[in-house]
């Protein structure tokens, strides 16, 4: 099945292209066919090579296929070439996995949508250049995934670009990452200034020779860092992501769970043994993961809007995996990308399933009492809280408390933090969960007429990825349990070189046992006075009217970063943009071109007077004119 790989991508983009050659003539029906068709085709591929490296020895875990040579301009060449091992074929488990879930549940929320052909050609592309992203062996093919992943986000998240402020969401998440990019270009460069190459393989071989801490290393690590904080949203270029909401709600969760956002962790976790080789970059990583973690987690205690809620929740979650990468426990980073993956899905999803009941409303406070009516979406967006929020056995009950526990190696203060976030992070889902589904609804009267659950095309996905959410997590057992570590066995041989760097202590079992006891302790504390204040009390957040508290108002308007950013940046950039156009364009560019016409005009109209129709003045300016031209050449 290997030698099958370059199917695993060729199956969407064929999608894509169908779709968007034919889509118009096609049915709905039709469409959703070849659209999820294409990404199931796809996942079967993927399984097939997943379960031959399962079985496959050390040596033969890893394979690259060349398909031709892209560029060739002297010491520089790229091949259009894809690389398989654990790493990249759990990834494209996820992708395309999630992916398939997310367009087949797309096939009954977008059913009465006027672009519904459109829809899926878009997500077709995205799953495309995701899998390009993971799948390249070399930097330059990544970059190509990395770019093409950021244009589908700036597609779909305008999907209804009738609406402005849609547009002007879409526009935020495009620039804001190009700025992340850039730095992620600049460190390819210096890459293959470096090293010669972009090839991973090549890459990695020679950087085994550079010691802990040369600064180009170091440089090269934070240039990589800067594309992640730009495509995964960490501080400060984080603000895009809440905003892209504004799509439909499927794309929410693809780029929440199975693409781009996660495209930074797999960058770092790709080059891991770059980034363990600089420890100051490691650093910065953990803290930037920290500060963001802590930071989104805060934000999300006081939303209201059920996709803002569990965007910032997606912030947050990130950071805590740059917190496990920036320690040097990589393998528990892409673990809880796989986690997230499953429960972050299966909310986003669920809260599609809610909006859909709701007729489109978003606002929590308009909700509750949706057990009753929506009992399978209920019961999935319950595990789905139960997963996030830390609760054992569920998946992110295993994948957080493994990050916490490297973190406790690394420093105490970091994993106190880190307590703190997931305390945080507990409160504001059960909030969440027991403002929609408990108590009585506070809609209106229509509202609850329409209130009836999603068909079948919405509620299976949302069965399936209840299912991994809850059985998810035993892939990544403690040693405490007494159990093996499959995740870590199985990506053992890319992380391997970076684990005889790192040296990591261990921890005895009685010390995991107390930190799981915190962490679990902790969590229930929290679940409680979150029943206390929302099911018992039946409070409900204050009208968008009411006067808040300075530190609630602050939260609520997200510590007023986006107007920061508009007093510094745009207003600024605009204004010069103003002063550009009405100076230099209007008055220079257009004083030019509208002169040189003017002058085109003026003499001809002139001109026009030396055609007299009189022979003898045509005869005596052919004397002068020949008189002119002798007198030029004598000049010379």
Known sequence: MIKLLALVPLFPIIGFLLLGLFGKKWSKSLASIVG???????????????????GA????????????????????????????????????LIITGIGFLIHLYSAGYMHDD???????????????????????????????????????SYLLIGFWFKNTNYNNAAKKAFVMNRIGDLGFLLGIVLIFITFGSVDYATVFEQATHFTSGETVITTITILLFIGAMGKSAQIP???????????????????????MVTAGIYMIARSNILFTLAPVTLEIVAITGLATALFAATIGLAQNDIKKVLAYSTVSQLGLMFLAL????????????????????????????????????????????????????????????????????????????EILAHVFEHNKIMW??????????????????FLVFSGKFRGTKEQAHHLHESPKSMTIPLIVLAVLSVLGGFLGLPETFHAKHLLEGFLSPVFEDSEVRMLPNHLTHLTEW???????????????????????????????????KPAHKLIYNKYFVDEFYNAIFVKPINWLSQKFHSVFELQCIDGIVNGMGSLVVWTGRNLRYAQTGNVGFYIFAMVLSVILILLVNYLR
């Open 326 to 401: 920036g320690v040097g426990a990589y393998t528990s980073g892409v673990f809880h990308v796989m986690t997230h993956a499953f429960f972050k899905a299966l909310l986003f999803l669920g809260a599609g399933s809610v909006i859909h009941a709701m007729s489109g409303e978003q606002d929590i406070r308009f909700m509750g009492g949706l057990k009753k009516h929506l009992p399978i979406t209920f019961l999935t967006f319950l595990i789905g809280t139960m997963a996030i929020a830390g609760v054992p056995p569920f998946a992110g009950f295993f994948s957080k408390d």
């Open 237 to 259: 270029l984080f603000t895009w992501l809440p905003d892209a909401m504004a799509g439909p709600t499927p794309v929410s969760a693809l780029i929440h769970a199975a693409t």
């Open 514 to 548: 107390a930190l799981m006891g915190v962490a679990v302790i902790t969590m229930i504390i929290v679940v409680l006075v979150a029943r206390s204040k929302y099911v018992k009390n039946n409070e409900v957040p204050v009208p968008e009217s009411t006067m808040l």
């Open 114 to 152: 006027e672009g519904y052909n459109k829809f899926f050609s878009y997500l077709n592309l995205f799953i495309f250049f995701m899998l390009l992203l993971v799948l390249g062996s070399n930097y330059v093919m990544m970059f190509v995934g990395w770019e093409g992943v950021g244009l589908c």
């Open 57 to 92: 020895d050390a040596a033969h875990k890893t394979a690259t296929f060349s398909l031709f040579e892209w560029i060739d301009a002297g010491k520089f060449s790229v091949a259009i070439s894809f690389l398989v091992d654990p790493l990249s074929s759990l990834f494209m």
């Open 416 to 433: 106190l933090l880190g307590i703190l976030t997931s305390m945080m992070t507990a409160f504001y889902m059960f909030r969440l969960f």
């Open 36 to 54: 999820s068709g294409s990404i199931f085709a796809s996942f079967t591929v993927a399984v097939g090579i997943f379960i031959e490296l399962l």
